[in-house]
Each structure stands twice: as C-alpha cells, then as structure tokens.
C-alpha cells in the first residue's frame, strides 16, 4: 500500500517568513495530492490540492509542488501569519470510484508575532 | 449550515461497552468515510463507503463497522470497546474520487 512521509514534524518561523513543508510517497500510482490543516479542536480542511498532471499550483499565499519521477511535493506558504498556526497534513491517493487517502504524519506549524 | 456533523463530540465510556458514532452530511455526496486520529495526530482511514462499495482498510478490528441507512447518514458502531479504540474519529464525505469534507470529529475515551 501507500506510504507517505512528511517532513518536519514541527516548525517555527516569524511572521512575515515563509514556510516549506515536505512530503515523499511510495506508490507510483498515486496521482492526486491534497493538503489539509486542522486548527485545534477541528476537523482537517483541504487547502490546496494538486493532481499528477500539474507540476504546480498556487492559491494567494499557498502553492504546491509536485515532482512525480521523485515522487515528492511540497506546501509553500508565503507571508506568513500567526492564523497560520496549526497542523499540516498532506496526503495521497489514487484515482478510483473512492479515493482513500493516506495521510501524512503532520507538521505543528507555528507562526512566532 | 454545517456540511458534515457528528454526534456526539465526546464520549467518554468503559471497557466492552458497544458505542455508536452518527455522522451525517448534507452537501449531496455519495462517498462517506470514517477516519481514525491517534494521540500522536497520525490520521488513518478505516472506511470508505457508497451504496455501491463497502472499503474497508485492512488493519481495522471487526468490532467495527459502519451502518448506513441513508446516503446522507454513515454511522460507526464499535462492539466491545477496548483502551486503544481511544482517539478521534473523524466522518468525511466526497462526491466520487473528489474533494474530501471532514465533520468536527468525536473524540472516544475508553475508560
């Protein structure tokens, strides 16, 4: 089955500074990759997402990457803010009548004012 | 309006009780989900459902199983509960293969 490794488990960066956050996959069919947060207390909300065809994606602050011959993709979150703060988790998945996701072990990400 | 809601968000019980989680989602999807969250954050799914197909991850006891008497409704009953059954337990909902949307979560105490 997938396996996804993230990377790091916790980071700290001032307001303003941007954020990278890493992940690496195992199952070279896996073609759709989703990031979710989780503020404390809630469920995990997708904030950006990215299918195989794509090598990257943006959205205001946020942007993925996706490097399918090294099977790795990356959340950059630029400007920083201290609403920020939360849990990252990315995922992956393959295509299929129910896409099951394989998550990421998350990454605390906080924003120092 | 919420889009997936679960009831209860906690439950807090005893060693070989028998519990129901009821989830239930109002944006018109036909997958639901259930995942579990561990105390280490770590998410793993355990099902994935529509009137179709009945997913069902491989490393779940089968004290568990989800009941689903509606396509809006994907309720997780667990049988004999045990102190690792302790987590969160979250219900998602996606149409087919898209975006997934997960309910507030309920957090599972076994005494």
């Known amino acids: 089955g997938e396996n996804v490794e993230q990377h790091p488990s916790t980071l700290s960066v001032q307001e303003g500074d941007s954020a990278v956050i890493k992940c690496t996959y195992s199952?070279?069919?896996?073609?759709?990759f989703p990031w979710y947060k989780q503020e404390l207390g809630k469920g995990p909300q997708l904030i950006i997402d990215?299918?195989?065809?794509?090598g990257e994606k943006k959205d205001q602050r946020i942007a993925v990457t996706l490097n399918k011959t090294a099977k790795h993709f990356s959340l950059h979150i630029t400007e920083t803010q201290p609403e920020d703060s939360a849990v990252y988790f990315c995922?992956?998945?393959?295509?299929?009548?129910?896409?099951?996701?394989?998550f990421g072990s998350g990454t605390q990400l906080t924003v120092l004012p | 309006d919420t889009a997936v809601s679960q009831t209860p968000k906690y439950l807090v019980t005893q060693m070989g009780n028998d519990k129901s989680i009821k989830c239930e989602q109002n944006?018109?999807?036909?997958?639901m989900y259930w995942y579990k969250q561990d105390s280490k954050k770590f998410l793993k799914i355990m099902f994935s459902?529509?009137?179709?197909?009945?997913?069902i991850n491989e490393t779940v006891p089968n004290r568990f199983s989800p009941k689903s008497p509606d396509k809006a409704h994907l309720n997780l009953h667990i049988n004999s509960l045990e102190l690792g059954d302790s987590a969160v337990y979250f219900c998602?909902?996606?149409?087919?293969?898209?975006?997934?949307?997960f309910g507030p979560g309920t957090r599972l105490t076994v005494l």
């Open positions: 944006l018109g999807h036909d997958t």
């Open positions: 990215i299918r195989s065809n794509v």
């Open positions: 998602a909902s996606s149409q087919v293969a898209n975006t997934q949307y």
């Open positions: 995922a992956a998945a393959r295509s299929g009548s129910a896409r099951q996701l394989t």
């Open positions: 459902y529509n009137n179709k197909e009945l997913i």
């Open positions: 199952d070279s069919a896996s073609n759709y």
